[in-house]
T-cell receptor, first 114, second 112 residues
């Protein structure tokens, strides 16, 4: 079975802290994604990576950065957390080369910034 | 740009009622279309998908047909159960790197 694992399910951080959200997939997928989910807004793409050390900005990259040093791991970094980054963060991955191939999601990380 | 529009929720139904959740899209080219479901406290799971016009995706009693002429992908189920209570997201794959673009989600609550 496909597995996307987000290491932290629930985090509480203080304003100004540096926050790392880790995601690991076991399917050897090239593409990985970070979304944030907010009520009424659905899922919005923060960053995606189409291969190791490659990254592209999504729709809302401000205040975030990412790291992909190994194929299986994609990290989301909040350089200086702010209260408006309180949200649910979802990591996802997919293989390339197949039309309509499925994107697989992790269980999500609930981040509260106080 | 490409986008997905879903009917607003919440949708509240009695068990065994018929369900329709409307979804329309705007996209260049020929996107693939998806429905994802999110149960309370969990991530998103693929429910069904369709990759070309007139394709019908189906799973767990849910169905959706890719209608290019109306740019729609409405989700239907003939008889809902309490266990179907969840948030449903319509989505399309767009762009060279196949980014997934989501609708805002529709919350479904099914009562006994």
């Amino acid at each position: 079975d496909v597995k996307v694992t987000q290491s932290s399910r629930y985090l509480v951080k203080r304003t100004g802290e540096k926050v790392f959200l880790e995601c690991v997939q076991d399917m050897d997928h090239e593409n990985m994604f970070w979304y944030r989910q907010d009520p009424g807004l659905g899922l919005r793409l923060i960053y995606f990576s189409y291969d190791v050390k490659m990254k592209e900005k999504g729709d809302i990259p401000e205040g975030y950065s990412v790291s992909r040093e190994k194929k299986e791991r994609f990290s989301l970094i909040l350089e200086s957390a702010s209260t408006n980054q309180t949200s649910m963060y979802l990591c996802a991955s997919r293989e390339t080369g197949v039309v309509g191939n499925t994107i697989y999601f992790g269980e999500g990380s609930w981040l509260t910034v106080v | 740009g490409d986008s997905v529009t879903q009917m607003e929720g919440p949708v509240t139904l009695s068990e065994e009622a018929f369900l329709t959740i409307n979804c329309t899209y705007t996209a260049t080219g020929y996107p693939s279309l998806f429905w994802y479901v999110q149960y309370p406290g969990e991530g998103l799971q693929l429910l069904l998908k369709a990759t070309k016009a007139d394709d019908k995706g189906s799973n767990k009693g849910f169905e959706a047909t890719y209608r290019k002429e109306t740019t729609s992908f409405h989700l239907e189920k003939g008889s809902v159960q309490v266990s179907d209570s969840a948030v449903y997201f319509c989505a399309l794959v767009s762009g060279g790197y196949n980014k997934l673009i989501f609708g805002a989600g529709t919350r479904l609550a099914v009562h006994p």
